[in-house]
């Protein structure tokens, strides 16, 4: 068993089809039969069956894939890994954000970083906080910026780097713009935009669970901007990351204040795996995030 077996074998199971193997990796139809064949005689173990168009995987094949990805995943990272330590000058960092880093601390940064090191490939992938946590654990990507509160994994080193507050926002239009500080009652009446999901939305559902409240939800969107945007045009009010709405506010389009009884202990993090190196690419941009951050 090798790896150019193992490619073979889970790109097989990811496209079902022998004739898409042999396209999608450059291969002749009769040569990944052979290595897929070889590998079977090598186990000793029937892989999957293909009958017409159904595919399926044995117990041992569902075993070998699961093995595989984990070892090609591995593969990769150990040659980014090399490639970084022969030149730091050349490479890829695989970066992983929750959405308010990657719209409102990474910008200048990978902006400075690309202008000072312009043959190193950025690569930013957007997503919730766990589905970060989960990519960085799976080897996909090198490390990750995100929002989070009270994040604990016993694999991954959590470095904060700056405090993430949450505020309450409104029209200048709205009748809580008359009102010098904010109590519970104010929301029970109110109509909330708030965001669908993420660890933003967690952290409102956490503190109206505790506040004993349901907010009254009018709409929820994916876009912070979007939220803003509505909340400007007197729709509604949100909760949001203070750091989030500073633009909207600085302008004068919005108005914030602090959100009552909540305690503010979320953080904007770096997060990587304990066991993976820090490569001088990886220090490199490290540096220059907690620099302008």
């Not at 595989?68 to 150990?78: F, G, K, T």
Request: charged share 25%.
């Amino acid at each position: 068993m090798n790896i150019h077996q193992l490619q073979i074998f889970q790109k097989l199971v990811q496209v079902k089809s022998i004739t898409k193997v042999a396209n999608q990796l450059g291969l002749k139809q009769p040569t990944v039969s052979f290595h897929l064949k070889k590998l079977e005689e090598e186990l000793g173990l029937s892989l999957y069956s293909k009958r017409a168009d159904d595919f399926s995987l044995t117990p041992a094949g569902k075993t070998l894939y699961n093995y595989a990805s984990e070892i090609l995943s591995l593969v990769s990272e150990v040659d980014r890994v090399m490639k970084d330590y022969q030149s730091f000058k050349r490479g890829e960092l695989l970066i992983g954000a929750s959405h308010i880093p990657a719209n409102y601390i990474l910008p200048p940064v990978l902006s400075t970083f690309t202008e000072a090191n312009p043959n190193i490939h950025l690569s930013l992938t957007v997503q919730s906080t766990p589905s970060i946590i989960e990519l960085i654990k799976e080897k996909e990507i090198d490390f990750g910026v995100v929002s989070e509160q009270n994040l604990y994994d016993e694999a991954i080193a959590i470095h904060r780097i700056v405090g993430d507050e949450l505020t309450v926002i409104f029209s200048k239009q709205h009748e809580l713009a008359q009102k010098p500080d904010l109590t519970i009652d104010d929301f029970k009446d109110q109509a909330f935009i708030l965001h669908k999901q993420g660890s933003t939305r967690e952290m409102i559902n956490g503190w109206a669970k505790q506040e004993n409240i349901k907010l009254p939800l009018k709409m929820e969107l994916s876009s912070i901007e979007a939220i803003c945007t509505m909340v400007r045009m007197n729709t509604g009010i949100s909760i949001i990351s203070k750091r989030a709405a500073e633009f909207f506010i600085e302008r004068g389009d919005l108005l914030a204040q602090p959100v009552p009884n909540m305690e503010n202990n979320r953080n904007i993090s770096l997060v990587y795996r304990k066991d993976r190196p820090i490569t001088p690419i990886m220090q490199q941009f490290i540096n220059s995030l907690f620099q302008q951050t």
